[in-house]
């Protein structure tokens, strides 16, 4: 048996053995992709899933790579993607020329160079739920034949863990684009020594959606959190935030943004000492228009009851609901939170998650860095970040509430 046969069989029991190790329909889609994207050395791959509510409008189901394919959509025959759909047959370009296909390059994303791509139709035994594509072999080399065959072979794997689209969740719906970042790159100079963190981000924030950013130590979440929040300049790219330019603001349109848009919630409380709950809250409504009363905010975290308490008179848990409190005082449309329960036991993160998913519900956009997978389960999506790029983005189509979560 020569060489690709049997790496082929290999990537198959792998991708095999990921399915079936699957807890949840979500689960096994995710990880037959990687498993795909592995074995076949492709850059960027994406699940497109048909919505059966929306004339079979193909939406992005899960992806890997430094594009947010969030917003886009592919009718059938629309593209590769869509033709792959209509037609149920997988579409092989080992070697691509962008002009043949503009549709398919636009909609991948901003950013990517396609020069290869493979798109493979995926279905139920009952329906035909959509696609799998897979984006520029890994150097810049073209796919192999063999390669397109396992591709096509480890879809079917994944589509026989379906029963029928049915077990699919509806499509999550975006709201309004509040921010644009593309291309975001960070460096930082030390005694002659650059070091990138951030390394070209692409990445769209909707209205009233709950982010989470997940990763490795130095991946670069905290850094793209305080260029977002207005903390920090970027090196390179361009930041749209409610439709104005601000990858060059100046400190004074900075500070303006800040105070009027961004509230922020830290892993460290940061409260005055010597200032009881009520007074630190009082403390920003005197540097903020139109601030909400410091009763009102505390009586949305439940602690009321607190207000004349000094930061060392409660718990870890109270101190974080009251900067949190902080956060809502200024009414912003953005709250950032960096490892907001890293420093609480579980049942005191739980409390603090619940103050949280009561704020996102009324409408509050949140964007979380956090190093608890388990917190995932409460986002709308979910951005992983690897050295210094989004690396994978994954629509939560089952949210769980603060209480469902374990560990």
């Not at 291309?183 to 209205?207: C, P, S």
């Not at 989470?212 to 903390?231: A, H």
């Not at 970040?385 to 939560?396: A, D, F, L, P, W």
């Amino acid at each position: 048996m020569d060489t690709s046969m049997v790496s082929a069989y290999r990537a198959l029991n792998e991708a095999q053995a990921a399915i079936q190790r699957a807890e949840t329909l979500d689960e096994a889609l995710q990880e037959g992709l990687k498993v795909i994207l592995k074995n076949c050395k492709a850059e960027s791959g994406a699940i497109w899933y048909a919505d059966k509510n929306d004339e079979d409008c193909l939406h992005p189901y899960f992806w890997i790579g430094n594009s947010d394919l969030t917003s886009s959509r592919h009718m059938p025959g629309e593209g590769a993607v869509g033709r792959v759909f209509q037609t149920q047959q997988a579409e092989r370009y080992l070697t691509f020329n962008p002009a043949n296909d503009p549709v398919t390059v636009e909609d991948f994303g901003e950013g990517t160079n396609v020069t290869s791509m493979i798109c493979v139709p995926f279905s139920s035994a009952n329906n035909n739920l959509g696609c799998v594509q897979f984006i520029n072999k890994e150097g810049g080399g073209s796919f192999t034949d063999e390669e397109a065959d396992v591709c096509e072979m480890m879809a079917m794997l994944a589509a026989m863990a379906l029963d029928d689209n049915e077990n699919i969740q509806p499509a999550w719906t975006p709201g309004k684009t509040i921010m644009r970042v593309r291309g975001i790159t960070r460096e930082f100079t030390n005694g002659g020594v650059v070091t990138k963190v951030l390394k070209g981000v692409n990445l769209d924030v909707y209205e009233g959606e709950f982010l989470v950013l997940l990763g490795e130590s130095g991946c670069g979440k905290s850094t793209l959190l305080n260029i977002i929040g207005g903390m920090d300049h970027p090196t390179a790219g361009s930041l749209e935030i409610f439709d104005e330019e601000f990858s060059h603001a100046d400190q004074d349109r900075l500070t303006e943004y800040r105070r009027d848009n961004i509230g922020f919630i830290f892993q460290s409380y940061n409260l005055m000492p010597n200032l009881n709950a009520s007074q630190n809250l009082e403390l920003i409504a005197s540097l903020v228009p139109n601030p909400m009363s410091a009763d009102e905010a505390l009586e949305i975290v439940n602690l009321s009851q607190r207000k004349y308490n000094y930061p060392s008179q409660m718990s870890g848990g109270q101190q974080q609901r009251v900067s949190i409190a902080r956060a809502l005082m200024k009414r912003p449309r953005i709250i950032l939170a960096d490892e907001p329960t890293a420093a609480l036991d579980y049942a005191t993160s739980i409390e603090v998650l619940e103050v949280m998913e009561k704020i996102i519900a009324e409408g509050t956009t949140m964007i979380m860095v956090t190093h608890n997978e388990e917190i995932c389960r409460m986002a709308d999506r979910v951005v992983r970040m690897r050295n210094g790029q989004t690396h994978e983005v994954s629509i939560n189509r089952r949210k769980a509430h603060a209480t469902d979560l374990v560990w």
